[in-house]
Structures are given as C-alpha cells and as structure tokens.
C-alpha cells in the first residue's frame, strides 16, 4: 500500500530523482507497485516508485533533478513493450526482463 508523501520529503530523501510524465514509463513500471504519491491542489499528483538512491516520480505533476528525453523513455517502453508481446504467457520471466531493462534505464538516467 503507498503512502501520501510531499515533495520535499522526496527531493531531501533521494540522491536521483527521475521525473516523468503520466504514463510516461507506463509499460516499464507495470511490474512495479509506488511506495508512495503525491497530491495537489486538483488531487492525485505523482506516483513515487524507489529504487535504493533512486526514484522515479511519474503523473500528471512529476518534479526530479533528473528530466530524460521522451525519445530515450520511449525508446525503453518500446523494449518494455516487446518483452510484454513476446512473453505475455509467463509473467514471471516477464518481470526479470522488465527489471533487466529498468536497470539499463536507471544507469543511462543518473550518468
């Protein structure tokens, strides 16, 4: 179950904080639950996904030091996105291969 967090708490409790859209890492993220989120003035703002010193904040108000191209987060779905078409009987295999790719993520992001 997440937690309701701020972004203060987030920005002072992580070294990377990758910021992305809603529904930017969509595919990517499927086999991952957030720890945590974030509010608004209009409501829900932002899932928190944690990942050690790493965090992903995505949705409708993301906030990081770290902002990577649509182009290289699409180009990760894409992979996501094929591993899920590929082995869509086996979920099990599907979440080692999607860990594989987060991890590729993770380390091209905080460079």
Not at 21 to 29: A, F, I, N, R, T
Request: overall charge negative; hydrophobic content about 40%.
């Amino acid at each position: 179950m997440k937690y309701k967090t701020t972004k203060k708490e987030v920005m002072s409790g992580y070294e990377h904080i990758i910021m992305i859209g809603y529904c930017g890492l969509q595919s990517l993220l499927s086999h991952r639950d957030p720890i945590a989120y974030t509010i608004r003035a209009e409501g829900w703002g932002a899932d928190v996904y944690d990942f050690g010193n790493v965090a992903i904040v995505t949705g409708y108000a993301p906030f990081g030091n770290i902002n990577p191209s649509y182009q290289k987060c699409q180009q990760y779905e894409k992979r996501a996105e094929n591993v899920m078409k590929i082995q869509f009987l086996d979920w099990g295999h599907v979440a080692l291969e999607l860990d594989a790719i987060l991890n590729d993520f993770l380390t091209e992001a905080t460079k």
